[in-house]
């Protein structure tokens, strides 16, 4: 079946490092691939997304490339802030459902 | 522009009680509709979906159901509720049809606390 492992952190850093949270799945086809943040009491938001292999998705200094060789999707940031603090969650959708990892922690200290 | 609204925001309520979260969805016509639960620090779990009205799929065998009575209209109740029910609902909706992959978008949750 469909399946996305990520770090499950929690991740701390300092204000301006960068940011990489691994993420693999094992699916099926061709899914698609999305990165999901979610602050505090909120609910998920969209952060960006790739439909197909080799695609780079960005937002808000955000990226992650879909790798079908390596199976990947993991997110970096060249400088994180403390307002990107979060959980964020990898998932992978296919057909009518959706899978999601179990969520990143991250923490940015000032 | 499509927004979702989900209530209520929050929710304390005894074992045994019943239960009632409304979503809705508006800007849209035919979405996909769906319902998670993420307990404490931990991941998201699907209990329904549905394609379209009185198409509901169910992930979990448990004690809540879902109905769709209207198109843009989604809800999640309970006839008894236990203590393992409490978590952070979260109701979200896509494109059913179109271009592309549609992402799922989600509302702003109900926190369920069952004492």
């Known amino acids: 079946g469909n399946s996305v492992t990520q770090m499950e952190g929690p991740v701390t850093l300092s204000e301006e490092a960068f940011l990489t949270i691994n993420c693999t799945y094992t699916?099926?086809?061709?899914?698609?691939l999305f990165w999901y943040v979610q602050y505090p009491g909120e609910g998920l938001q969209l952060l960006l997304k790739?439909?197909?292999?080799?695609d780079k998705g960005s937002n808000k200094g955000f990226e992650a490339t879909y790798r079908k060789e390596t199976t990947s999707f993991h997110l970096e940031k060249g400088s994180v802030q403390v307002s990107d603090s979060a959980v964020y969650f990898c998932a992978l959708g296919y057909g009518q459902n959706f899978v999601f990892g179990p969520g990143t922690r991250l923490s940015v200290l000032p | 522009s499509q927004t979702i609204h989900q209530w209520p925001a929050t929710l304390v309520q005894p074992v045994g009680s019943p239960l009632s979260l409304e979503c809705t969805v508006e800007g849209t016509s035919n979405p996909n509709l769906y319902w998670y639960r993420q307990a404490a620090g931990r991941g998201l779990q699907l209990l329904f979906y549905?394609?379209?009205?009185?198409?509901i799929s169910s992930e979990v065998p448990q004690n809540l159901s879902a109905s769709r009575p209207q198109d843009r209209q989604f809800i999640l109740s309970s006839k008894k509720l236990l203590l393992s029910d409490s978590g952070f609902y979260l109701c979200a909706w896509r494109a059913g049809t179109g271009t592309g992959y549609s992402p799922l978008h989600f509302g702003n949750g109900t926190r369920l606390t069952v004492t």
């Open positions: 549905s394609i379209g009205i009185d198409q």
């Open positions: 699916a099926t086809g061709y899914p698609s």
């Open positions: 790739a439909t197909k292999a080799d």
